[in-house]
Structures are given as structure tokens and as C-alpha cells.
């Protein structure tokens, strides 16, 4: 029996807009497409950074209602830089430091586009975890859940 080349790793509804990435037999591919016809792909982006490479990696990601992607993932093949990358929509791609897994080990992690002082502070978009946890492998990545605060644990 033959193994599928193409895992669909990230899938997220915004508007009537499906946003889908693969593994792609590790070339990770994004498509955009409308939920009314999900035959036809829109465009077709670059995965990388957006989806891992493998199946067996974790990942997680959201989209917010600007358009922005945030996605929690490894950013090469072998999966040893996990990061969280912000891309598409008007702001400019951000990621955490390369190789420091230690900056994402923190109680909570927050994006730095927004201070309190500013307009978007209520829409900021935070990531706590449990003290400890590590990124490693990702395989320590908590399931979050979004409210108006933020993201923020899910109970298990």
C-alpha cells in the first residue's frame, strides 16, 4: 500500500474564504478558496513557514479577521527552528528568533505590533502556556482557544 504525499495540516474558515496548507510530499502548498466552490483553488502560495514539512510535525495556526496568519510550526525540513510566524494580510511577516527555543518557553508570549497604548490593543493576539513547557518538538504545543483576550490554553 502506498502512503499519501500530502497531509492537510492547517485549515481555517475566514468569511466565506477557506484557507488550506499541506505537507505536499514536503514541499508545503497553501491554497485559498471560497466555501461556496472548493474545487478551485484561487492562488496557490508557499507553505513554508505556514505548514510543516512532515506529518509527524505539529503545528497549529489562526487567521484573524484582518487577514493576518499566525502559524506555530518548524521552519525547515529536519523541524529543528520551531517558530511562531505572522504573515498575508497588511502587516509585515514577523517570526520569534531563529534556533531560540528558549524565547518561546516564557509564561506568555505576546505579539509586539500591538502595545496597550495602541488602537489594535484589544484585538492583540497572545500565547500563554504552561511554565515549563518547552517548544523543543512542538510536541509540548498546547491546543488554544481564542477569545476577545487573547489565546489561551484549552482544558484538556
Not at 14 to 38: E, H, K, M, Q, Y
Not at 99 to 116: F, I, Q, R
Not at 132 to 141: H, K
Request: hydrophobic share 30%; proline share 7%; aromatic share 8%.
Amino acid at each position: 500500500m502506498e502512503e499519501c504525499q500530502n497531509y492537510i495540516r492547517v485549515l481555517l474558515v475566514g468569511g466565506d474564504r477557506l484557507f488550506v496548507c499541506g505537507t505536499n510530499a514536503f514541499t508545503p502548498i497553501c491554497t485559498n478558496r471560497t466555501l461556496s466552490n472548493l474545487e478551485e483553488a484561487h492562488d496557490q502560495i508557499s507553505g513554508m513557514a505556514r505548514c510543516p514539512y512532515s506529518p509527524q510535525h505539529n503545528s497549529t495556526a489562526l487567521l484573524t479577521n484582518t487577514g493576518e496568519l499566525y502559524a506555530a510550526t518548524v521552519m525547515d525540513f529536519p523541524g529543528r527552528d520551531p517558530a511562531i510566524y505572522r504573515s498575508l494580510g497588511v502587516l509585515p511577516p514577523l517570526r520569534t528568533a531563529q534556533y531560540n527555543s528558549k524565547w518561546l518557553n516564557g509564561e506568555c508570549s505576546e505579539t509586539p505590533y500591538a502595545p496597550e497604548t495602541s488602537s489594535h490593543a484589544s484585538s492583540r493576539t497572545s500565547f500563554d502556556w504552561q511554565s515549563g513547557s518547552g517548544w523543543n518538538d512542538l510536541s509540548s504545543l498546547p491546543l488554544l482557544s481564542h477569545s476577545k483576550s487573547g489565546l489561551h490554553p484549552s482544558a484538556k
